[in-house]
């Protein structure tokens, strides 16, 4: 499980202009899921990568610095 940064994610939203409604249906996740992922729940891989590629970044500008490529 991976946790994501909702700060970054917020920024990025804000510096994409993306608003939160365009980013649940980019993603292809609930809305429950995607507000969870940014308020630190663990979360699956791939859920990770579904919210960075609707972001348009790489997934590890979005995971929380302390996990690294040594937490899979």
């Known amino acids: 499980?991976?946790?994501v940064d909702g700060k970054k994610i917020d920024i990025i939203q804000a510096?994409?202009?993306i608003p939160c409604e365009k980013l649940y249906a980019a993603t292809g996740l609930t809305r429950?899921?995607?507000y969870s992922m940014k308020h630190?729940?663990?979360?699956?891989p791939?859920?990770?990568h579904k919210l960075a590629k609707a972001l348009g970044?790489?997934?590890?500008e979005i995971i929380k610095?302390?996990?690294?490529?040594?937490?899979?």
């Open 40 to 44: 630190g729940k663990p979360c699956k």
């Open 65 to 72: 610095e302390s996990e690294g490529a040594n937490n899979e």
């Open 57 to 60: 970044v790489d997934v590890t």
């Open 1 to 3: 499980m991976l946790t």
């Open 32 to 34: 429950a899921t995607v």
């Open 46 to 48: 791939l859920s990770v």
């Open 15 to 17: 510096r994409k202009g």
